[in-house]
């Protein structure tokens, strides 16, 4: 089927990157292209590609450049780290919190900084959250303020 080029921007930061897809078949994974790459798929469909506007990258992802690493890094902060930061080790382990309560930023060492308001962790709960988070993504990678 025909390819086609979204502008993506994931949740966990301010990134914008050209991602190419397949709109007729989801079994086909979506993959990182750059600005050059973009307008050639798009130029291939015949549409005109002149106005597409370039990608950026924030911060935490500036260093790796407009490369298939900077995109597998923030394929995993954003699908793999921030989601199951939320779905599997936060909401799940404390009682009462809602997401509207977890804010979070990710720095420029792709720690994604979390804050949990009007939430106030018992030191072993505590403990036992940081240790999770340790054995999902390893040390450093999540941090709870
Ligand atoms: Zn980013």
């Known amino acids: 089927m025909a390819l086609t080029v979204q502008l993506w921007t994931p949740v966990v930061c301010g990134c914008t990157i050209h ?5 007729d078949d989801e ?3 979506k993959t990182y292209v750059t600005l050059d790459e973009a ?3 798009l130029n291939k469909r015949g549409i005109d590609s002149d106005r597409i ?4 990258l924030c911060k935490s992802h500036q260093s790796l450049g407009h490369t298939t690493a900077m995109y597998d890094a923030l394929r995993y902060d954003n699908d793999i780290v921030l989601n199951d930061t939320i779905h599997k080790v936060l909401l799940p382990n404390i009682a009462g919190l809602e997401e509207e309560q977890i804010a979070y930023t990710l720095d420029a060492d792709r720690v994604l900084q979390v804050t949990l308001s009007e939430i ?7 403990t036992q959250l940081d240790a999770d988070l340790v054995v999902k993504f390893g040390l450093g990678k999540v941090s709870i303020a």
């Open 27 to 29: 079994t086909v994974d």
């Open 39 to 41: 307008k050639e798929v």
């Open 53 to 56: 506007p370039p990608a950026k």
């Open 120 to 126: 106030t962790l018992n030191p072993l709960k505590r």
């Open 19 to 23: 991602e190419v897809f397949d709109p």
